[in-house]
């Protein structure tokens, strides 16, 4: 899993830059054309990574594997990959499709990846979407 969860975040970059590369000057300042934001290669990651996670789940992972791929998105993959604002944003951003996958974990699990992602994400640089999965680890550490 964790070999298409990097191919997929290394495909993804490989685009934006090749979509970056191909940008005129100034497109996107000042409201004008689309810019790095509007790039088509965010969606299809998102939507990539989420039917990865959904092929995931349906697997039956152990607790352990579940960790290791929380682990890679939270905070392996937004070290690695750090590029654009328009990236960093959507690295953070599809936190949001892990939801389902914190209830895989054991308590075991949760309460690393709990205290590792309260100091990385700190409450007030959270997104709501991060807050709510922070919510959710803390309430998995306790569910054992």
Same mark, same amino acid.
């Given at each position: 899993?964790?070999?298409?969860?990097?191919?997929?975040?290394?495909?993804?970059?490989?685009?934006?830059?090749?979509? $970056?590369? *191909?940008?005129?000057?100034?497109?996107?300042? @000042?409201?004008?054309?689309?810019?790095? =934001?509007?790039? %088509?290669?965010? &969606?299809?990651?998102?939507?990539?990574?989420?039917?990865?996670?959904?092929?995931?789940?349906?697997?039956?992972?152990?607790?352990? $594997?579940? *960790?290791?791929?929380?682990?890679?998105?939270? @905070?392996?993959?937004?070290?690695?990959? =750090?590029?654009? %604002?328009?990236? &960093?944003?959507?690295?953070?951003?599809?936190?949001?499709?892990?939801?389902?996958?914190?209830?895989?974990?054991?308590?075991?699990?949760?309460?690393?990846?709990?205290?590792?992602?309260?100091?990385?994400?700190?409450?007030?640089?959270?997104?709501?979407?991060?807050?709510?999965?922070?919510?959710?680890?803390?309430?998995?550490?306790?569910?054992?």
């Amino acid at each position: 899993m964790l070999d298409k969860l990097e191919a997929l975040y290394e495909g993804y970059l490989s685009e934006f830059r090749r979509l $970056e590369q *191909g940008r005129k000057p100034l497109e996107g300042a @000042f409201g004008l054309g689309g810019g790095p =934001q509007s790039y %088509p290669c965010h &969606d299809k990651f998102a939507q990539d990574l989420e039917q990865l996670l959904r092929d995931f789940v349906g697997q039956s992972p152990s607790p352990e $594997e579940v *960790g290791q791929v929380l682990n890679y998105i939270y @905070f392996t993959a937004p070290a690695r990959f =750090q590029a654009e %604002p328009a990236v &960093d944003w959507m690295l953070m951003a599809v936190h949001g499709l892990t939801l389902e996958l914190i209830g895989l974990l054991d308590a075991a699990q949760a309460e690393p990846l709990c205290r590792a992602y309260g100091s990385t994400y700190p409450r007030r640089r959270r997104l709501p979407v991060q807050n709510k999965l922070f919510a959710a680890l803390q309430k998995r550490c306790k569910a054992d």
